[in-house]
T-cell receptor, first 120, second 112 residues
Framework: GAVVSQHPSRVICKSGTSVKIECRSLDFQATTMFWYRQFPKQSLMLMATSNEGSKATYEQGVEKDKFLINHASLTLSTLTVTSAHPEDSSFYIC????????????????FGPGTRLTVL | QKEVEQDPGPLSVPEGAIVSLNCTYSNSAFQYFMWYRQYSRKGPELLMY????GNKEDGRFTAQVDKSSKYISLFIRDSQPSDSATYLCAFTFSGGYNKLIFGAGTRLAVHP
């Protein structure tokens, strides 16, 4: 099946620093990638949707200048948390979709294993 | 009213039990209905997908959709300790690059 990787799996950083998280589709081309955030014992909350080669679409309440998303190729998207603060500590998960894999279904998303960010 | 309601549990059952997990939704425009399983500190994996009312079976798992009542269920037969995870219902619309709307997730613990 389709595999999505994330790197790093865990990161601890000091308040005020920037952190970059990579999301890669390993065996398919991801026309669309999604970034989610999940707080402990809560569900996934969509942060933004990005299509390859275009600007990301952010969900209401998500600061686009704080969470920079780049989807420069069909296999790689990056999320950069700029000037991270303790309240940004969370589990960040990406997912990727390729309509060519979906067999006409528009819903099939393949999730990465997640990145746990801890800001001290 | 929340768009999706899912009891967070936790739900604790003995090995071999039949598990019933449920979600209700309010948006009648949802066209696709999914169940994801998420192990601790891992990303979700798709378990079941359906787009019509009725039942869909895959091994020990059965997904049930009742569009008229806006209610979906996931049944797990002969539950195993390896089924211990959080189960998330998810919904989306037809056509285009549509986002998934997730329920809060139900934590399930199957004890030997």
């Amino acid at each position: 099946g389709a595999v999505v990787s994330q790197h790093p799996s865990r990161v601890i950083c000091k308040s005020g620093t920037s952190v970059k998280i990579e999301c890669r589709s390993l065996d398919f081309q991801a026309t669309t990638m999604f970034w989610y955030r999940q707080f402990p014992k809560q569900s996934l909350m969509l942060m933004a949707t990005s299509n390859e080669g275009s600007k990301a679409t952010y969900e209401q309440g998500v600061e686009k200048d704080k969470f920079l998303i780049n989807h420069a190729s069909l296999t790689l998207s990056t999320l950069t948390v700029t000037s991270a603060h303790p309240e940004d500590s969370s589990f960040y998960i990406c997912s990727a979709r390729d309509l060519r894999l979906a067999g006409g279904r528009t819903d099939t998303q393949y999730f990465g294993p997640g990145t746990r960010l801890t800001v001290l | 009213q929340k768009e999706v309601e899912q009891d967070p549990g936790p739900l604790s059952v003995p090995e071999g039990a039949i598990v019933s997990l449920n979600c209700t939704y309010s948006n009648s425009a949802f066209q696709y209905f999914m169940w994801y399983r998420q192990y601790s500190r891992k990303g979700p994996e798709l378990l079941m997908y359906t787009y019509s009312s009725g039942n869909k079976e895959d091994g020990r798992f059965t997904a049930q959709v009742d569009k008229s009542s806006k209610y979906i269920s996931l049944f797990i037969r002969d539950s195993q300790p390896s089924d211990s995870a959080t189960y998330l219902c998810a919904f989306t619309f037809s056509g285009g690059y549509n986002k998934l709307i997730f329920g809060a997730g139900t934590r399930l613990a199957v004890h030997p």
